[in-house]
Nanobody, 114 residues
Framework: QVQLVESGGGLVQAGGSLRLSCAVSGTTFRLANLGWYRQAPGKQREMVATITPTFFTNYADSVKGRFTISRVSALNTVYLQMNSLKPEDTAVYYC????????WGQGTQVTVSS
């Protein structure tokens, strides 16, 4: 059974930083595409960042230069380092794993105050 457990969300002031973590179990972590998505109130879920098994990364234009996605196979964990946070980054952030099927975590709330 594949499980994704996110942590690290919270309340931060604009300009601050947070690091999200997603611990993965139940699948071959090193072979999976991984990603972070977010959903703000009243909006559709959107891609924030993705990382392939070969460490190729892709970012939404709105977070380029501020967010960094990384993965550590020894820990079966994917991270999202978020710097220079803005109020518009406020959303529930979800971890995603794609190994030919899609799996999602439960989400973690990130709130950025102005």
């Amino acid at each position: 059974q594949v499980q994704l457990v996110e942590s690290g969300g919270g309340l931060v002031q604009a300009g601050g930083s947070l690091r999200l973590s997603c611990a993965v179990s139940g699948t071959t972590f090193r072979l999976a595409n991984l990603g972070w998505y977010r959903q703000a109130p009243g909006k559709q879920r959107e891609m924030v960042a993705t990382i392939t098994p070969t460490f190729f990364t892709n970012y939404a234009d709105s977070v380029k230069g501020r967010f960094t996605i990384s993965r550590v196979s020894a820990l079966n964990t994917v991270y999202l380092q978020m710097n220079s946070l803005k109020p518009e980054d406020t959303a529930v952030y979800y971890c995603n794993l794609d190994d030919a099927r899609d799996y999602w975590g439960q989400g973690t709330q990130v709130t950025v105050s102005s």
